[in-house]
Structures are given as structure tokens and as C-alpha cells.
């Protein structure tokens, strides 16, 4: 097929670059991993997307995970609608806050009390700021290959040694800061243990993706991700899911219930907030006891608990809470993956399609489960030369070949059929030629 005209995306780009530090307000969008201009889109239904050029893509990208419903879904955008025409915003409290936690804690038991604010990154910091308050510990214990947003104590990479205190992954973060966090591998349970034996009393928690989903899909074993419970309890230390992936997209109760284990921080972003910009932590009334007014952990928001976009994450919330939501999302999610993964295996073409409930990754290796950000193949240029066969023939994804996919509501398994159709000629030009 013909080079799509980007011709107006590549117009916005350049008056884009002009304004921001890449032409993006956030860098994956820059396109800088797989090359090329990124799309302008113009406008999103159901699981198609346009761009400025009016060209149509059926969208694996869904805003990076917050569209479980698909775009510009009806009962979201009534709610919105309904909600502004009350105003936009107060700084004070709403009914809406309410009904938002309700629908939450109604299903997600093992916490008391959560704390609305406005990204996931904000949920993640602020989780770590209550572990430490609420432990008077200051270490925490990171993942390698686990993305929590970009507060200073998590943009942490490991340091040489197996065991080491991390350094610092972007300029801006102190190295002081940087040496509280310990960076250990995924899957290596091991390490945990000595890491808590060699800083005895001082690790306040372990924060973890428990589906790592930001560097590939690492799904990890649930007898791991219930030995971190164990450790945790034993040494007074807490754990934090940060689920602001997996949350309400593995099922109503994320992580935690698809495995059955309860941590004692749960932080949610993406789908909480149905396309508006919300994020949580939550926990028991102990542990929740300790955030401002009632306790010393100070954490505030102008703009927090917004009554807009709590519409949002209402109406999204009790889309999801439908009986076989979660079932039919994954059925359909799976018939796709596997027409993917069965036509890789005929051909033998060395891709392994990864997948949990409605999210999915490419793993180009012959590797049928990868664990550890170590073990994925640095050569992103299958992936690349993959992605633009895509965009040409009308097939949106995330711009990176470490980023997953993810199915919704709205994807038909007829539109599923024609991604699946795209895909597997893509991937034929890519390996026969
Ligand atoms: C997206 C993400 C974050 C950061 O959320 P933002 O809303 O982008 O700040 C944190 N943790 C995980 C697991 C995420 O996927």
C-alpha cells in the first residue's frame, strides 16, 4: 500500500517544535523510538482514531490505557457534558467524589480510604511519601524494568553491583535522592531477601508494577508476587501495587485480585479517570489515617477530585462493572492474540505475542515468556519497520516497540479480524523479504 499523506501532521510537527522540548508534552509521543513524524489525531469513535490528515486507524493505543471503553464512548461523554454544565471546577468538595470512591471500595476490599489526584505519577509519589510517614523508614525497594511515573525517588536505575543503592536515570534527580532507592531485577526473589537482610529496618516498602506493562509485558508468577506479600509483612515493611496499568483492566480489581493478594498501598491512574486526568492511592484507615488534615503525611491538590473528570471515571467505573465485561474483553482479546501468534508459528517468524486479559505485547524473540527487562532484545528494528507497514494500511499503535497494546470495549472482532489481517501482512513483508 501507498505512503499515507501525513501532510498536515507534518505541518502541526514543525510549529509543535517550536513551542515544546521535542514538540511534545510528554517524550514517547515524539516518535524519536520508531522514527518519523508523529500523527496529529484529529478526532476518536470507538476504536477508531483520525488524524489532521483524515486519515483512519483502528487504535491499539487507547490513549496509552485509560480508553478501556473505546473513544468518545456515549455514557462518558453524556456524564461529562451533564457535569460542566454545572461548572468546571470548585476546589471544594463535590457529590461526585463520593460516588466515585463508593463504586470503588465497594468492590476493592482491601482498602478503607483513597485520596484522589490528577496523574498516576502523582498517586505513585505520594504513596511512597505515606509508606515513609507511615513506616519512618526512608529506602524503598524498586524493579528494574518497572515504569511508576516520573517523581524523583523512581527515576532510579540499578547501580553495578547485584545489591547496590541505585543511581540516578535522569539528570535533575539527586544522587542522594537517588541512593534511597534500591533497584533490584524482576523474578528474583532472592535478591529481595538480601536486600532487606543488608538494609535491616530501613526499607519502608516495595512498590512493584505486579503486570509489569511498561517495558514489554513482564508478567511475573503469582508464587513471586505472594513471596514479596510474605517479606513484606515479615519485615514491617509495606507493599504497593502500582496498578495504574493493570488496575480496573485485569478485571474490576485489578492486580491484586487477579492474584488474590493484598498490598497494603494501591495506586490507580488511566482507566480510573475514563479519559480525563485522575489517579488514586488507597489503603486501610490505619495506614490513610496518617495523610493531611488527619495525619502528618502532607498530600493537596487544586484541581484534585475534579468533578469533571470524576464523571468520567464514573461512567467508565459502571461500564466496566457490567456482568461479562471482563470476560468478553478478554475472549476477544485472546481470539486476536492467537490469530496473530498462530500465524508467526506457522511461518516461524521469531515473534511471541505476550498477553494478560485485554493487554498485549510483541515480544520479537524466540522466547516464549519473557520475565526480566534483561532478557528483551535491545534490536528494535523489526519492530519499527513493523510499526510504519502498520500506519500505512490503518493500524494504530503506541510509537515503541516496548510499549504494549491494548484492547477494548469497542474493537469488534470484525475490526479485530482486519487489525489481525494488517498485522500478519506486515509481518510477512518484514520476514520474507
Ligand atoms: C502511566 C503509568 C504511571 C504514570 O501515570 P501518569 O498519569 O502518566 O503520570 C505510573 N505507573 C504506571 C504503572 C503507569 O503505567
Redesign the pocket.
Known amino acids: 500500500m501507498e505512503k499515507r499523506i501525513q501532510k498536515n501532521s507534518e505541518e502541526l510537527f514543525i510549529k509543535a517544535k517550536k513551542y515544546f522540548p521535542g514538540g511534545v508534552n510528554?517524550p514517547v509521543r515524539a516518535f524519536r523510538s520508531v522514527g518519523g513524524t508523529p500523527l496529529f489525531i484529529k478526532s476518536g469513535e470507538g476504536c477508531h482514531i483520525w488524524d489532521e490528515d483524515d486519515n483512519q486507524y483502528i487504535d491499539f493505543c487507547c490513549s496509552?490505557?485509560p480508553l478501556i471503553l473505546g473513544h468518545n464512548h456515549p455514557k462518558v461523554f453524556e456524564k461529562i457534558v451533564y457535569t460542566l454544565k454545572s461548572g468546571s471546577s470548585f476546589g471544594a468538595p463535590t457529590y461526585l467524589e463520593n460516588e466515585l470512591a463508593e463504586l470503588i471500595l465497594k468492590e476493592i476490599t482491601f482498602i478503607d480510604k483513597l485520596r484522589f489526584v490528577s496523574?498516576?505519577?502523582?498517586?505513585?509519589m505520594s504513596a511512597l511519601r505515606l509508606a515513609r510517614g507511615f513506616t519512618k523508614r526512608n529506602k524503598i525497594i524498586k524493579f528494574d524494568g518497572?515504569?511508576?511515573?516520573?517523581s524523583d525517588s523512581l527515576l532510579v536505575k540499578a547501580g553495578s553491583g547485584l545489591v547496590t543503592l541505585g543511581t540516578s536515570s535522569s539528570a535533575g534527580v539527586p544522587e542522594s535522592f537517588a541512593n534511597q532507592t534500591i533497584v533490584l531485577p524482576l523474578h528474583d526473589i532472592e535478591t529481595v531477601k538480601r536486600a532487606f537482610k543488608e538494609n535491616k529496618d530501613e526499607i519502608a516498602c516495595i512498590i512493584i508494577?505486579p503486570i509489569p506493562?511498561?517495558n514489554g509485558l513482564l508478567i511475573q508468577d503469582k508464587e513471586y508476587l505472594h513471596e514479596l506479600r510474605t517479606l513484606c509483612t515479615e519485615e514491617n515493611s509495606l507493599l504497593i501495587f502500582?496498578?495504574?496499568?493493570?488496575g480496573f483492566r485485569v478485571g474490576f480489581t485489578g492486580a491484586a485480585g487477579y492474584y488474590d493478594i493484598k498490598p497494603d498501598i494501591v495506586?490507580y491512574?488511566?482507566i480510573i479517570g475514563g479519559g480525563l486526568?485522575v489517579?488514586a492511592y488507597g489503603a486501610s484507615e490505619e495506614i490513610m489515617s496518617n495523610i493531611s488534615p488527619d495525619g502528618p503525611v502532607y498530600q493537596a491538590g487544586t484541581l484534585s477530585g475534579n468533578p469533571v473528570a470524576m464523571s468520567a471515571g464514573i461512567a467508565q467505573l459502571e461500564e466496566c462493572l457490567k456482568p461479562n465485561f471482563y470476560e468478553e474483553l478478554e475472549k476477544k482479546t485472546k481470539y486476536f492474540v492467537e490469530s496473530i501468534q498462530s500465524h508467526c508459528q506457522k511461518n516461524a517468524y521469531p515473534v511471541n505475542m505476550m498477553s494478560i486479559a485485554s493487554i498485549f505485547w510483541f515480544n520479537f524473540s524466540t522466547k516464549k515468556h519473557i520475565y526480566t527487562a534483561e532478557e528483551i532484545s535491545g534490536d528494535t528494528s523489526q519492530f519499527n519497520l513493523l510499526y510504519h507497514k502498520l500506519l500505512d494500511n490503518g493500524v494504530y499503535f503506541g510509537p515503541s516497540a516496548y510499549e504494549v497494546g491494548f484492547v477494548s470495549a469497542a474493537h469488534t472482532v470484525e475490526k479485530l479480524n482486519e487489525a489481525s489481517k494488517i498485522i500478519c501482512n506486515g509481518l510477512d513483508e518484514i520476514f520474507i523479504n
Open positions: 510528554s496509552w490505557g496523574s498516576g505519577t502523582e498517586a505513585v518497572c515504569y511508576h511515573g516520573h508494577e506493562a511498561n502500582d496498578e495504574v496499568i493493570s495506586c491512574g488511566k486526568p489517579g
